[in-house]
């Protein structure tokens, strides 16, 4: 068997993955695997997928040489796949266009959605918007908070804001609040998941629809650098930008796939959101897969700079990829993630997501411990507008 | 047979429908629970449903939300309410206790550990809410091999093709989730549940237990005349946050002698 043919029929990986939900979503989930089954074969949607991606969102994202970051972090050549460019900013809109379009064949007129940084709530208006569908968000009271910025922009586009007050306020309770809407409202409803976990399908239609991030990129880099790079590198939050870029390279064995946990305060003081790094398997939301839990198997609060990658748990392909050997997955702290960011800004004039930062700082680890002539390509999942409140804050600016 | 079979046999044997009382274990302190569970007997349940506190309750609504939060806030896992069925035990024989809550607290133990754990307490049934048919593999066997009844859930939005294969691994009772929605949702039609149980038993012969939705006598004897048992939880739960200390377990044997009546007044 192949590390690319999962999952299987019933949406494992390995031990990871399944479905594991309460008896009234099974229908919904299962009518979702038919259809999505018979709409990747047809190729009218997929031609309007592809349309959309062109023209709506503006793909191919370009690949940059970023010359000035590499000099600077002295080493390995960095190269960066700019979601940050997309329609909305970030590469979340990649997956709401192919579910939209998915809801649409369906004929479902309303949709959910949950969110932590805003930016899969704000694609998710975005599409709603766009092909004329009611759109309610979830998204953590918390988070609300942090994202200001981005609750202004789903309201703008027409969406509902749904501030959610249980458990720890944010995007884990968010996504469960999400699921007992969708449990009341199954029949009317399709749920647009925003990263590549949760209960099959969603797992590997998120992913089949991030991939374009990195077919893209088996053939940008050949072009621009003359060949595929020797690392790839992408934060992992719920882990569907880090799979996008990661699959299409699983066969090419020579190139490392890294992906970045948050590291919080660090792993040793337990404030983190690093499952894969510091956690252990377990189910939660509807999967099977490493988590953050405590020894009566609670889910734990996660803490991070970064509102996108506070998760306690992670899409199943990548516990299955961490255990198969096939990526390895490092934790990037607070301050680290900061000082890359403020590092993108000022050595290539782009100001990243406080996500896409942990990536960023990961390749400045690694970079000094390569050759000059060997490539780190970093996808830069999304842009950083979003962020300046955040970092105003932690710099002790007000604005 | 399991002490749920055979509650359900002598319950018909008295033309009777059983009456299932849901409480969160842990709430609204450690040390109420086992006098809680007392209490509901006392009144007139004839089987405990008792919640394992999670974090993440995915499928409840806010009332049981908030029980969980409490619970977990005095600290209360698996293993103390494991140890409170134990306690339970000392004192009650014959009433059967079901363990209700989320497979990762269950799976973090370990499902072997745990099953053993659970029939040594005294437990007598398990519903994971997220481990369905197609996800228990091992588990409902485990469950069965330890002497523990696993019980299921069916939906108004189950199709009818995929009822046997719930039954094909479910025993002790099944139990019927009236409404789309999560727990604590209101308003109940009986009479589109009166038809869906009709299918349902066209492909399962198990006892039929129906929960959400019913709050007081009249949605219980409505209920009681259409399936085996009817379950109660978030009403109880919702008296349980309201009542003082010292009036808690007179509150809930007044609410529960109330749901008995109800649930007698549909076998006259
Ligand atoms: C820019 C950006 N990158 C990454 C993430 C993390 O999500 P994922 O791991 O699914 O890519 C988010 C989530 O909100 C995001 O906004």
Redesign the pocket.
């Known amino acids: 068997m192949k590390l690319t043919d999962l999952p299987d029929s019933h949406g494992h990986f390995g031990p990871y993955g399944g479905i594991f939900v309460a008896e009234t979503l099974m229908a919904a989930l299962e009518e979702l695997r038919v259809e999505y089954d018979k709409a990747r074969q047809d190729p009218a949607f997929m031609a309007e997928f592809e349309y959309e991606l062109k023209h709506y969102v503006g793909r191919p994202s370009p690949v940059y040489h970023a010359k000035r970051l590499s000099e600077q972090y002295g080493g390995a050549q960095i190269y960066l796949k700019r979601?940050?460019l997309n329609h909305t900013?970030?590469?979340?809109i990649n997956n709401t266009i192919g579910q939209a379009l998915l809801a649409r064949r369906m004929g479902k007129k309303r949709v959910i959605a949950e969110?932590?940084?805003?930016?899969?709530g704000v694609a998710s208006a975005t599409v709603a918007a766009r092909y004329g569908m009611e759109c309610v968000v979830y998204m953590g009271a918390e988070d609300v908070i942090r994202q200001a910025p981005n609750v202004f922009r789903m309201k703008l586009l027409g969406a509902t804001v749904v501030p959610v007050s249980s458990g720890s306020k944010t995007?884990k309770d968010a996504l469960n609040e999400a699921m007992r809407d969708w449990v009341t409202n199954v029949e009317s409803t399709f749920y647009i998941l925003?990263?590549?976990?949760g209960p099959h399908p969603y797992p590997m239609l998120?992913r089949d629809f991030?991939c374009v991030i990195g077919r893209e990129c088996l053939t940008q880099m050949p072009e621009l650098a003359g060949r595929q790079p020797d690392a790839v590198i992408?934060?992992?939050?719920?882990?569907?930008?880090?799979?996008?870029i990661f699959h299409p390279y699983i066969p090419h064995e020579k190139v490392r796939l890294i992906g970045v946990e948050a590291g919080g305060s660090g792993i040793a003081s337990g404030k983190h959101a690093a499952p894969l790094s510091a956690g252990s398997p377990g189910v939660l939301h509807g999967f099977r897969s490493y988590l953050m839990q405590d020894e009566n198997g609670q889910i734990i609060e996660t803490h991070s700079v970064?509102?996108?990658?506070d998760?306690p748990g992670?899409?199943p392909e990548h516990s299955w990829l961490k255990d198969a050997g096939r990526a390895e997955y490092v934790a990037i702290n607070d301050d680290e993630a900061m000082a890359a960011f403020h590092d993108l800004c000022r050595f290539e004039g782009i100001i990243p997501?406080?996500?896409?930062s942990h990536a960023v700082a990961q390749a400045k680890k690694l970079a000094p411990t390569l050759k000059k002539d060997q490539i780190i390509l970093v996808n830069l999942?999304?842009?950083g507008d979003?962020d300046i409140n955040t970092v105003a804050k932690v710099s002790g600016i007000t604005l | 047979m399991s002490r749920i079979g055979q509650t359900f046999i002598a319950l018909k044997a008295h033309n009777k429908k059983a009456l299932i009382t849901f409480i969160t274990a842990g709430d609204p302190g450690k040390g109420l629970t086992v006098p809680l569970m007392h209490a509901l007997v006392e009144a007139g349940a004839d089987i405990i449903e008792l919640g394992v506190p999670f974090s993440d309750p995915m499928a409840d609504g806010p009332v049981i939300q908030r029980a969980s939060e409490r619970a977990l806030a005095n600290k209360v896992g698996l293993k103390d309410v494991l140890a409170m069925t134990a306690d339970f035990r000392k004192n009650n024989t014959t009433t059967p206790v079901v363990l209700m809550g989320y497979a990762n607290p269950v799976e973090r133990m370990g499902y072997q550990t745990f099953a053993q754990a659970a029939k040594a307490a005294g437990v007598d049934g398990v519903l994971t809410v997220d481990i369905p048919p197609e996800e228990s593999h091992g588990v409902a066997d485990v469950f069965k091999a330890a002497g523990l009844d696993p019980i299921f859930l069916l939906s108004p939005t189950t199709p009818e093709s995929r009822v046997e294969q719930v039954a094909a691994v479910a025993s002790g009772f099944m139990y019927y989730v009236s409404l789309k929605g999560v727990t604590g949702s209101a308003a109940l039609d009986t009479d589109e549940v009166s038809r869906k149980i009709a299918t349902i038993r066209r492909h399962c012969d198990l006892p039929m237990g129906v929960g959400f939705g019913i709050r007081d006598a009249a949605t219980a004897e409505a209920v009681a005349r259409i399936a085996d048992a009817v379950v109660v939880g978030s009403r109880i739960v919702n008296e349980i946050e309201n009542a003082s200390e010292n009036e808690l377990i007179g509150r809930v044997k007044a609410l529960v002698q109330d749901l008995r009546r109800g649930v007698d007044a549909a076998s006259k």
Request: proline share 0%; glycine share 24%; charged share 15%.
């Open positions: 979601e940050d900013g970030a590469h979340k969110t932590g940084a805003g930016q899969h995007l925003g990263t590549a976990a998120v991030q992408a934060c992992v939050g719920g882990g569907s930008n880090a799979i996008g970064s509102a996108g990658l998760y992670v899409g997501a406080l996500e896409s999942s999304g842009r979003k």
